[in-house]
């Protein structure tokens, strides 16, 4: 079987079941962007992020303008490589951690293009893309733009301690990455004439499965791997019951970020309900720093962790031939400080899309 | 004329511009419900909103949870009213101003709905509407629900200073309002054999205008009307010009929400740049309160403002045949009290939606 969703150019069609969405015209990836900080560019994929940042200021006086910066220069990179111009873009959607999303606002202000915010945690990526395929089947736009970002620095003082502290983590902790990374999909995209970035295959974005919010009675914010897990359990099980699909429907199915303590619950929770995933399973947030790195802990996470290993890992993977179907379903934990510190669970969420390789 | 925005089968032509869009199917509002707080309830529009809250509260022991319980209320009373059943409604959107979008994704984690959280500020509403909209349009659910809150307490301690402690706010600050409203849009909605809601006029989504991110350089939080003025001047104009309209093709012009100080800037914008609006021109800010209530200055605010009047008299006002033909254009200020203390303008945005009646 070469694809896992099958084609289909009737409207009518496009729903699979309440939650799980065909895309007919398979909108194709058409150009991708990275601004990686330090730590990541010394990581297993630091030769394939775009730009890496030499300092975590990137010529800013703090962490936030930091981060918009490198969104900023994400996106205009992106699009421009794709499309020429920046103002050439049908929409753009951005995500990202910080307080009322300011890294994505203030990443745009100076762009002159159509924004929409999406907020999934560190699954906004992922919504963002299922949003850019909905309005370019609805025939709204011919190209948009996702571009999401999280800086470690940033998010530790907004959602645990400054890092100056140096507050000692616990081994279930994960590492909020620095980085930032933006994707284009374009429908003339495989259309050789009319573009100028690197020829196919050509990955497409075959269907998606969007996810509920899922809370399981997990508190403690240094264990989100554990909280997320079911999110990701529920979409990815959801997904596969209504395309009709099975594991090795898949080459590759990988979340992101449930780093090594949530990767583990979700294999272990797939296989009991009868889903065994565990030989082409993967995880975002084990793909981005070398194995025992000081303070990674169980592994990366942050908006831009998925995004990032998407860009930079999963595309080049499929563009030389590695996996030919890949499901990837980044996880969100959409929790705030101030929910954790009245006492709060943390609910997650999950958002699947399903991409396929062609010629 | 009886209509704006020409109604159109040509998926080619859903594109007006590179902002601008039609919905050639028309979404039809199925329902709305809202749950308004004390004070709200004391003002002009306290009579037509479906709950009134006896204290900030709502049986909650903070006012975060206090905000997600009113938006999960507004949004399951919606869909029920509505649908029948909340597992009914094919996506639900989400916004609100609480760190991480709190209130939404608590809202929602009881209700087991696919879930896509939205951030435009507030104008969170109307982004998703257009999003609902294009998902409708592209074939991917047949209903969709909208949802937004906003807390005047929870807002002011996040943003500002903890109410407890009264500090004096000047007379171009605005009120940020306690408020959950919710929509929901139904591609069945105008087929009476389906409907178990209130029977037509039907009100029908026809166009829209995503908005860019615009800042003119404002840095103070206490005064959002001018912030966001130029936003809804530039979002306005631009769906003048790509739907080939002027302001007389609307009977209803409402912005949300610039308040006393923010609308005469935009009427005044509006007027020099060749559309004058004044006479048909309202702001969703000035709805909310009586004219002189203590506190309120230069109008109502929040990411529910828009929302609520949406619900509470725009919806009501054109089923009763006040206006025919609605331009409503709900704008978000894109700052945090972190972009605000490191000295950074607010950068605003204003997506516009255009409402028509038919019968």
């Given at each position: 079987?070469n694809?896992?969703i ?5 409207k ?9 969405f ?14 990686a900080g330090?730590?990541?560019?010394k ?16 010529g ?8 918009s910066?490198?969104l900023k220069?994400?996106?205009?990179n992106c699009?421009?490589?794709?499309l020429?111009?920046?103002?050439a ?10 307080n009322?999303?300011i890294a994505g606002?203030?990443a ?5 293009v159509?924004?929409l915010?999406?907020?999934?945690a560190c699954?906004?990526f ?7 395929c909905?309005a ?10 996702v ?5 470690h620095?940033?998010a530790?003082?907004?959602f ?5 502290l140096?507050?000692q983590r616990p081994?279930?902790?994960q ?6 990374a933006a ?8 259309d050789?004439?009319s573009?100028n ?5 050509w990955?497409?974005?075959?269907g ?5 919010v899922i ?6 914010p240094?264990n989100m791997?554990?909280a997320?897990a ?7 099980l ?10 090795d429907?898949?080459?590759l199915?990988?979340?992101?970020d ?12 797939m296989a ?16 981005l ?7 990674i802990?169980?592994?990366a ?7 990032g290993?998407?860009c ?12 030919k ?7 969100g ?11 709060e669970?943390?609910p997650?969420i999950c958002?699947?899309?399903a991409?396929?390789?062609s010629?």
């Open positions: 079987m694809v896992a099958q084609r289909t150019s009737d009518a069609t496009n729903r699979r079941g309440q939650r799980s065909a895309f007919p015209q398979r909108p194709p990836l058409k150009s991708t962007f990275t601004v330090p730590l990541e560019g990581g297993p994929l630091g030769q394939h992020f775009d730009t890496v940042l030499t300092d975590t200021y990137y800013e006086r703090c962490w936030e303008k930091a981060e910066k490198m220069e994400a996106l205009k699009i421009e490589r794709g020429g111009h920046e103002k873009v049908g929409l753009v959607f951005t995500g990202d951690l910080l009322q999303c606002s203030f745009v202000k100076d762009l002159s159509p924004h915010g999406v907020y999934s699954a906004s992922a919504e963002g893309l299922i949003l850019a909905m370019m089947e609805g025939g709204f736009c011919s190209s948009a733009a571009g999401v970002s999280s800086h620095d940033g530790e003082r907004q645990r301690f400054p890092t100056e140096g507050v081994p279930t902790a590492w909020t990455t620095t980085l930032a994707a284009l999909l374009d429908l003339g995209g495989d050789d004439a573009s970035s690197s020829k196919g295959p990955i497409r974005i075959t998606a499965t969007v996810g509920e809370e399981m009675g997990i508190k403690d240094y791997g554990t997320m079911p999110a990701a359990v529920d979409t990815i959801t997904h596969f019951q209504d395309f009709n699909l099975r594991p429907d898949y080459d199915i990988i979340t992101g449930l780093g090594k303590v949530g990767s583990a619950i979700a294999c272990d929770l009991s309900r009868g889903y065994p995933v565990a030989d082409r399973f993967d995880d975002c947030g084990l793909r720093y070398q194995v025992g790195t000081p303070d802990h169980s592994g996470s942050g908006t831009a962790c998925s995004a290993v998407f930079a890992y999963i595309v080049k993977g499929m563009q030389r031939g590695k996996w179907r890949v499901l990837f379903a980044p996880t934990a959409l929790y705030s400080p101030v929910s954790y510190k009245q006492g669970p943390i997650a958002h699947a899309v991409l396929e390789v010629g």
